[in-house]
C-alpha cells in the first residue's frame, strides 16, 4: 500500500492551496489528514469516511478546510482556504478503518504518505 501526497507550496496568509493524495493498492474507510510544525507533534486536521459524505475537522481548520475523496480514483483531497502563518506544517495523509470514535487518532492510520510541506507567509 502507497500514499503518494502532492500540492504543498508556498502562499501568502489569506491565500489556498489543494492537497491530494492518492492510494495504490487497497481502498481504506478513512482517509485523513494530519500535520506536524516544527518543534510540535503531529495532530489530526481532518478525516473523510468512505462514502464520503462524512467529514470530520479540527476546531481550528473548521470552516476553512475542506476534505473529499474520489472512491474511482482512490483519492483525498484538502482544500486549504484563507491559509494562516499557523498552518505552516508538513502536512500528512493517512489511511486507516478506524470506528468513529478512533478516527482522531494517528495510531489508528495504517497507511501514511510521505509528507507535503505547506508553508504560510505573512
Known amino acids: 500500500v502507497q500514499l503518494q501526497a502532492s500540492g504543498g507550496g508556498l502562499v501568502q496568509e489569506g491565500g489556498s492551496l489543494r492537497l491530494a493524495c492518492a492510494a495504490s493498492g487497497r481502498t481504506f474507510g478513512n482517509m485523513g489528514w494530519f500535520r506536524q510544525a516544527p518543534g510540535k507533534e503531529r495532530e489530526f486536521v481532518a478525516v473523510v469516511r468512505r462514502s464520503g459524505s462524512s467529514t470530520y475537522y479540527s476546531e481550528s481548520v473548521k470552516g476553512r478546510f475542506t476534505i473529499s475523496r474520489d472512491n474511482a480514483k482512490n483519492t483525498v483531497y484538502l482544500q486549504m482556504n484563507n491559509l494562516k502563518p499557523e498552518d505552516t506544517a508538513v502536512y500528512y495523509c493517512?489511511?486507516?478503518?478506524?470506528?468513529?470514535?478512533?478516527?482522531?487518532?494517528?495510531?489508528?492510520?495504517?497507511?501514511w504518505g510521505q509528507g507535503t510541506l505547506v508553508t504560510v507567509s505573512s
Open positions: 493517512a489511511g486507516g478503518d478506524a470506528i468513529l470514535s478512533a478516527i482522531r487518532e494517528a495510531s489508528m492510520y495504517r497507511a
